[in-house]
């Protein structure tokens, strides 16, 4: 089953150079069942773009199949990385993000 992706791949790196896991269990949200849940950080493909600006995904892996989708473009540090899975598992709530991200995955299906 292939990823999908809300975001143009072609002006960031193929892989993320940080993964930050937010769920380390299964989850369970309507008729899904949520096998991965994970926050990725991208660097620029090209020396074009500016190169203190990363790329920052948050990833569902699902029965239904896999989603992965634009958070934020921000600035290009592991401590930024940690204060947005921060901001995302104790400030915002990964329920409304799991909602927006099931919603944009079912858009895929039809």
Known sequence: MSV???????????RPIRIIKISEKILFFQEAEIKSLELRQYFPSTEAQD?????????IQTNLGSVEMKYIESQCNSQELDRICFLLKDRIGIS???????????SYRY
């Open 4 to 14: 999908k992706k809300d975001f143009d791949v072609s002006q960031w790196q193929r």
């Open 51 to 59: 190169a203190d600006t990363c790329l920052y995904t948050v990833f």
């Open 96 to 106: 409304s993000l799991i909602n927006r991200m099931m919603i944009e995955l079912e």
